[in-house]
């Protein structure tokens, strides 16, 4: 019996196959186990290629003659469709990915062996007089009524005689559904129930799906009939009605396929590529066993390179800054839809590039959320469109690789066949290939692949604020100006400030249209007077203004907004902050244009009780290379601020605070625990270290002798002395029990750290190990200093020789002297200035 395409019809049975184990609502952020029977796969297990007949044949045991009917493949088998003349006279023609005309596809279920028509019947004119040219009949007839020349009937259009078009045909059966104009269902036999519905692929993949009688009687098409389909099938209405397979989890689309058969075995895997977005090259021969391992194996690897390849998602990122903005209103970007630019860039095929650009509030990133929502709403399904925000202060978002990566992970998500190109050298690298140094490079070559792919159909690629792309801006400026020109399907949307070095770079691009905002002030005064009206209502609902203030409120912020969406928004989210009644007095602080409102604010910051820490902050950002991110400024203003006087003891497994400890006057630079965990001895800016009982909470002992704030505290091992190292560039051993002073070395040098030996021996230090003196208890903590004992390796006080036991043994030139040092064993590690790092080492 001759092979046959995959056919998916309902049953009854349940479908018994083991299915993947995953967490996770949808694949943007799913990650999946290893599903059962993958424990003895490693995770970088080679694919399973159709070209090699040799590592099929070990891993399947399959004989010689059914290899080699399937180790070769063709990379771009050409589709076939059939066609009625105006005499109907019925031809079939060949066509490339390129050159696909639109066409319909006929759904239908398989009658005996020798009642369809074939390829070969097609040939030799001998396919009349089958009992199925009816349905070659009717889809025709159809297919011209809908205004279609060309439609597709797997039985007559696929030569299932040649293995390797076999091949190809059912790893592109998903795709062809796909992208039919019109996918009919044709009920030969029955109506529609759980053994006559079409097939699952056929259900899933086309935008329009029609059912027809064996009459040629319409019944319904896929959205009326979706309560029905639902029922029979499982498959949630969303998805019926065209929302992406990648938001329906993994076990959700094993589940559609349960209760299905086909009449060969490897069929009812192959069948599922489409669904579960891998391509398989059928092996038949390895038994039903094998093929779903094969495919559950696909599928693991392709979650875990999307899994990798996910650093954020833009459509998370559109959602979050449109409500940041407070929602997108359609009536402030639509006039760009009838742009001159807009529409030349939109309807010229070899306008490549369309860059935005305009100062600072003008409302960019709004505008491009807009453009995104139209062009969703306006193109074919199958239209890939991808985006990408840029944001200065987000490490995620800000660098060249980032954009890439979140253009990849949008584009693989909605064509998972694209994937191909990423996992050539994910499958290798892992989630290195995103990260390591050579990221950028990879991220390219895939990304050139990938827009070169013959199976992408119209792209649409946008980039918001290029300004903001902080870490390699220069390199991503040349790839967009490069590969902007390289395909007709892929046009490119970008917006920045009106900088002149990212004009410079965009200049390359051959086919380029600038939309400039200040070109087009009268569109933009118009949506930023849209914008304040919905403003000012909100306002209005939220905090219960009179009509009388709601009207002032209204005319300040026209009159004074200078046509720029961030000064009403800030102007906004300050009335959000102020009562009612003090409204009025509030909006006339407020001066006009962007400018002089950070004028103010700035003001407003140094009035403030943080204005030191403000101007500390704004003087580190000054001198910085590139802007300071959040989480950076963050870390910042916790070393500026985050010094405190008094320390709260915490359950860590409760979360609750057992004591507040207080008494320090000044700020603590540092607290340690004895090593029973019994005592805490913070040490303070107050020139004192205090000893407390941890259990209780009360202060045993205050330390006092140091004339200067106090950098560093330590308890002994056996937690019986303390030893602490103040600015005074002495360091105090103390009786831990007593709170006597038992000896004050004079190191001549600022500690920040200490520790001692494990035999009280020895105290180690920033500039080597100090011996530990004969120690003896005094009545007084005025204790003479005296010079310490140095053992081993170390450095003199103002870091100018490497020592050995105190004695100066190598001289540091100026430029290796260190801001920072480390000392272990025979080893001395400096931190220079300049940014780097040495070691040298010395024999005892």
Request: with cysteine; aromatic share 8%.
């Amino acid at each position: 019996m001759e092979p046959r395409l995959p056919r998916l019809e309902l049953h009854v049975r349940l479908f018994t196959e083991p299915r993947i184990q995953q967490r996770g609502s949808n694949l943007s952020s799913q990650h999946v186990d290893a599903p059962p029977g993958f424990s003895d796969i490693p995770a970088d297990a080679p694919v399973l290629p159709s070209l090699y007949a040799r590592d099929q044949a070990a891993e399947f045991s399959l004989p010689s003659s059914v290899l080699i009917a399937c180790a070769y493949t063709h990379p771009h088998e050409p589709m076939r469709l059939l066609q009625y003349s105006r005499s109907g006279e019925l031809s079939i023609h060949s066509f490339d990915d390129a050159d696909v005309p639109r066409y319909a596809i006929l759904s239908h279920t398989w009658g005996g062996d020798g009642d369809e028509v074939t390829f070969a019947d097609l040939e030799t004119g001998h396919g009349k007089a089958k009992p199925a040219y009816k349905k070659i009949l009717f889809c025709g007839r159809q297919a011209r009524h809908d205004g279609l020349e060309h439609f597709w009937i797997d039985t007559c259009c696929i030569d299932t005689t040649d293995k390797v078009e076999h091949s190809w045909a059912i790893r592109s059966m998903f795709r062809w559904y796909r992208f039919a104009a019109k996918c009919y269902v044709y009920l030969s036999d029955v109506s529609i129930n759980a053994d006559g519905m079409s097939t699952l692929q056929e259900l899933l993949a086309p935008t329009t799906v029609e059912f027809f009688s064996q009459e040629g009687e319409k019944l319904g098409d896929k959205v009326s009939l979706t309560p029905l389909i639902h029922k029979i099938t499982s498959i949630p209405p969303k998805v019926l009605r065209g929302a992406p397979l990648s938001q329906s989890r993994i076990n959700d689309r094993w589940r559609w396929a349960e209760g299905r058969k086909t009449k060969c075995d490897e069929d009812r895997a192959y069948s599922l590529q489409g669904i579960f977005d891998v391509e398989l090259a059928p092996v038949y021969g390895e038994g039903e066993s094998g093929a779903f391992n094969r495919l559950k194996r696909e599928i693991y690897k392709l979650e875990r390179c999307m899994e990798d390849m996910h650093s954020t998602d833009p459509r998370d990122d559109k959602k979050r800054i449109e409500d940041t903005k407070g929602g997108l209103l359609t009536d402030s970007y639509r006039w760009v839809l009838n742009n001159t630019k807009f529409r030349q860039w939109h309807e010229d095929q070899h306008s490549g590039l369309l860059w935005v650009k305009g100062d600072p509030g003008k409302g960019k990133t709004m505008l491009l959320c807009g453009i995104i929502n139209e062009l969703q709403n306006s193109t074919p399904r199958c239209t890939l469109l991808s985006y990408f925000f840029c944001q200065a202060t987000d490490s995620r978002i800000n660098s060249a690789t980032a954009v890439l990566r979140g253009l990849l992970y949008m584009l693989v998500d909605q064509q998972r066949s694209l994937a191909v190109h990423v996992r050539r050298k994910h499958d290798r690298a892992g989630r290195s290939l995103f990260s390591d140094a050579n990221a950028w490079v990879a991220l390219t070559e895939i990304f050139v692949d990938v827009i070169q792919d013959t199976s992408l159909s119209t792209t649409y690629l946008i980039i918001d604020a290029l300004d903001e792309c902080v870490t390699d801006q220069s390199k991503l400026l040349t790839f967009i100006a490069e590969q902007s020109s390289v395909s007709s399907r892929v046009k490119w949307i970008v917006s920045s400030r009106n900088w002149p070095a990212i004009e410079e770079q965009l200049e390359r691009a051959e086919h380029k249209t600038r939309l400039s905002l200040e070109l087009n002030a009268e569109s933009v005064a118009t949506a930023v007077k849209i914008f304040i009206q919905q403003q000012v209502c909100q306002l209005a609902q939220e905090k219960r203004y009179t009509p009388e203030i709601q009207n002032v409120v209204l005319q300040h912020l026209r009159l004074n907004a200078n046509d720029t969406f961030l000064w009403v928004a800030l102007v906004c989210q300050g009335l959000k902050a102020t009562p009612k009644w003090n409204v009025l007095k509030k909006l006339a602080l407020f001066p006009p244009g962007l400018d002089s409102l950070y004028r103010r604010m700035l003001l407003k910051i140094s009035e403030s009780d943080s204005a030191e820490i403000c101007l500390g902050l704004l003087a580190v950002t000054s001198v910085l290379y590139r802007p300071v991110i959040i989480t950076e400024l963050v870390a910042l203003a916790e070393q500026i601020a985050g010094f405190v006087d008094d320390l709260e003891i915490w359950n860590i497994s409760t979360k609750t605070c057992l004591h507040t400890l207080k008494g320090h006057s000044d700020f603590i630079q540092l607290a340690a625990f004895s090593h029973d965990s019994t005592r805490l001895a913070p040490a303070s800016d107050d020139r004192t270290v205090k000893i407390w009982d941890v259990s209780s909470g009360t202060c045993l002992h205050t330390l006092k002798g140091h004339s200067s704030l106090v950098q560093s505290a330590a308890f002994s091992h056996n937690s019986t002395q303390l030893a602490s190292a103040s600015s005074d560039m002495t360091v105090k051993i103390w009786d831990a029990n007593s709170g006597m002073c038992l000896h004050t070395l004079n190191v001549v040098s600022l500690l920040s750290n200490l520790s001692f030996d494990s035999t009280g021996a020895f105290i180690y230090t920033d500039v080597g190990t100090i011996i530990v003196p004969s120690l003896q208890v005094l009545d007084t903590t005025d204790v003479a200093a005296s010079k310490p004992r140095y053992k081993g390796i170390g450095l003199n006080a103002d870091s100018t020789w490497i020592t050995r036991a105190g004695s100066n043994i190598v001289w540091i030139p100026s430029e290796y002297r260190p801001f920072c040092s480390a000392v272990n064993g025979v080893q001395v590690g400096m931190g220079v200035r300049s940014g780097r790092v040495w070691f040298c080492k010395a024999d005892e």
